[in-house]
């Protein structure tokens, strides 16, 4: 061989080691990111075109894949979707995922490590690769119940088996269809998400999870279990005047309601409601106290990262006047629905707070679980002597006080209610929390409504709230 063939040679050989280090470097390190950018669109075309698994509640199939005859091949389709929007997510060809299509993606197009063996059983049999389903802890009953309930009023509905932490109701209105985002006329689905997404009623927020509102007098429930926890009792006493003058300010808090005397047991001023008797506790405990009993209850902590959870909040450094405006829910205490849900579990649960969960099994295309939820104890806000003590007050509320629309004969049912009005410029938000027993049965619910469609001195919690918690708890036992 001559001079310069070598040269050409060597020159090629140099070439190809670069190229295949370049391949390699690629493959190894970069398909990751070279597969999540947005411009990757045969890696999309790909990701919709797979057979993904279902997304169940009981046996019901509430995300399902269609075959279809165009290029993507399969076609995403919620039976229901509006009903179990807030839970499923929608799944779009250029707006990605989100709700259980989003985090559990992998499982659901079959791509998770977990699937590895599967896929290449497919892969050497030449079969269509299938996605994981996920079986969520929904009660059908209960969402169907709590969807009707609500109707056409803005708010949210969730509630929780308190002795495992299952989510056996999530609802919010309004609410959307995931099919029109899910269609394979992209352009269509594209405008679709435009719409709702830029909705005044914002009909994709996930109300019950994801939004957190002032929980007005529902928060008392929180105040009452740092008083018991301090030592005092269903008959402490209590003061209870008519208005209340806040620490360091000209300002007067007042009564909604005739709270019965100046000094009144603790079980009366929750069965009444009595602002002034709860803010004189508050001011007794201080804010310290209120903060670490909220905390204990799950506050300030994200809950449900399935669904994205936001954390509820105390404030940080409150004054007087603020700490006694924060013990009956006003000032900045902010609190989701689940996080309401979730403290009237606790007390309902003997003072043993449940980890909320909504998935219960990952199933591999041959119903082999790939991923099974244990119920998992959060914490231990109450005693549970306490926590009974509270229970028997709850259930006053309900049988005596401004809850009694809840009631169902034959049944043991406790609860709150709340009226919260943060901002004079809107109507206050209806709130009410509540736990129902029956025989080895048990459920505990919040509901908030944004706007009741009613006269302003028309909302209250009792009122517009407890009748929807009634139904949830009705469906559920």
């Not at 929608?90 to 977990?114: I, V």
């Not at 001023?269 to 905390?295: I, M």
């Not at 709850?394 to 009005?421: H, W």
Request: charge should be positive.
């Amino acid at each position: 061989m001559n001079r310069p063939i070598r040269r050409v040679a060597v020159v090629v050989m140099l070439m190809f080691g670069l190229l295949f280090a370049n391949v390699t470097f690629n493959v190894v390190f970069r398909t990751e990111s070279l597969n999540a950018q947005p411009q990757n669109r045969r890696v999309r075309d790909a990701e919709f075109a797979q057979d993904r698994g279902s997304i169940l509640a009981g046996t019901t199939e509430i995300a399902t894949t269609t075959p279809v005859r165009d290029r993507f091949k399969y076609l995403r389709t919620y039976p229901q979707g509006e009903l179990y929007a807030p839970v499923t997510g929608f799944y779009s060809y250029d707006h990605a995922r989100s709700g259980l299509e989003s985090s559990y993606n992998t499982q659901l197009a079959g791509t998770d490590d977990s699937l590895f063996v599967r896929r290449m059983i497919d892969l050497v049999t030449n079969r269509t690769p299938k996605g994981a389903s996920v079986e969520t802890t929904i009660n059908p009953d209960a969402q169907r119940a709590a969807a009707k309930a609500l109707g056409d009023q803005k708010g949210a509905v969730v509630a929780i088996d308190p002795q495992t932490g299952a989510i056996l109701a999530m609802v919010t209105s309004p609410s959307y269809d995931p099919n029109k985002i899910a269609s394979h006329d992209i352009e269509a689905a594209g405008k679709a998400y435009q719409r709702l997404a830029t909705a005044k009623n914002h009909p994709m927020a996930n109300r019950a999870a994801r939004e957190i509102y002032p929980p007005g007098s529902t928060f008392k429930l929180v105040t009452a279990a740092a008083a018991l926890e301090a030592g005092k009792t269903p008959d402490s006493k209590v003061k209870s005047p008519t208005r209340l003058k806040l620490p360091g300010t000209q300002t007067y808090l007042g009564n909604e309601s005739n709270c019965g005397g100046q000094q009144i047991t603790l079980q009366h001023a929750l069965e009444v409601s009595c602002n002034t008797a709860f803010a004189n506790l508050g001011l007794e405990l201080g804010a310290d106290k209120l903060r670490d009993q909220a905390n204990k209850f799950g506050f300030d902590a994200r809950h449900l990262s399935d669904l994205g959870g936001a954390a509820s909040k105390f404030p940080e450094n409150p004054d007087r006047s603020q700490t006694a405006l924060s013990a009956i829910g006003q000032f900045d205490v902010a609190a989701s629905p689940l996080q309401m849900a979730m403290v009237t579990a606790a007390i309902a649960n003997d003072g043993v707070l449940m980890d909320p969960y909504i998935v219960s099994v990952v199933r591999a295309p041959d119903l082999k679980p790939l991923q099974t939820t244990k119920p998992k104890e959060l914490s231990q806000p109450m005693t549970a002597d306490n926590a009974k003590a509270l229970q028997k007050m709850m259930v006053g509320v309900v049988n005596n006080g401004t809850g009694t629309t809840a009631r169902i004969p034959g049944v043991e049912v406790g609860g709150k209610t709340g009226t919260a009005q943060s901002d004079l410029k809107r109507k206050p938000f209806a709130w009410f929390t509540s736990y129902a027993t029956s025989g080895d049965r048990q459920v505990a619910v919040a509901v908030v409504v944004e706007d009741a469609d009613i006269p302003r001195q028309d909302i209250a919690g009792g009122r517009v709230a407890a009748p929807i918690a009634k139904a949830v708890m009705k469906a559920v036992l």
